[in-house]
């Protein structure tokens, strides 16, 4: 049983998220659970400093805008006719469209007259963000977890898993 963080382990957090303004953005109401090592199950700053940390262990870490969820790309926002979205469209609804660019998620955020305005960018987007972590597990990952590259639910042995995803 491993008692620090390190490659192929599989770590538990509990967490809030806050905005520069003390604002919080995820109250982590469930734990995170992520394969540490590279697996893309949390923004690489984060996984760097908790890298050798162990259970107990408490962290406050500010990401910028970069290292989170990216700047702001105006690019992403564009104006539609009404008449491309169904009926019950409203703002908040979220849907994916398939471009050059591969598959993208957008957000309405603005319906008006005719038009509807979606927005491309995460809604967390050039938001410099404070992780407040505590570790609260450190487990060997098993051969399975590490074959897929992340965690599996304890009494899932394929996908789905108990993980959340802070990436």
């Not at 659970?33 to 940390?53: N, S």
């Not at 927005?119 to 972590?133: K, S, T, V």
Request: negative net charge.
């Amino acid at each position: 049983m491993p008692n620090e963080i390190a490659k192929n382990c599989v770590v538990t957090l509990d967490y809030t998220v806050t905005d520069a303004d003390g604002v919080v953005v995820d109250d982590g109401r469930q734990p995170l659970v992520y394969l540490h090592g590279g697996y893309d199950g949390i923004f690489p700053k984060l996984e760097e400093a908790l890298h050798g940390k162990k259970v107990g262990d408490k962290l406050k870490i500010k990401l910028l805008p970069q290292d989170a969820f990216g700047d702001y790309d105006e690019k992403l926002v564009a104006v539609e006719d009404a008449e491309l979205f169904p009926e019950n469209a409203e703002v908040g609804m979220a849907f994916e469209r398939v471009s050059d660019a591969g598959e993208e998620i957008f957000h309405i955020t603005e319906i008006a007259d005719d038009k509807v305005v979606v927005d491309g960018n995460h809604p967390l987007a050039g938001m410099a963000l404070i992780f407040d972590l505590v570790v609260t597990g450190v487990r060997a990952a098993t051969a399975e977890e590490i074959a897929h590259g992340h965690v599996h639910d304890s009494g899932n042995s394929h996908h789905g898993g108990d993980s959340r995803s802070l990436h």
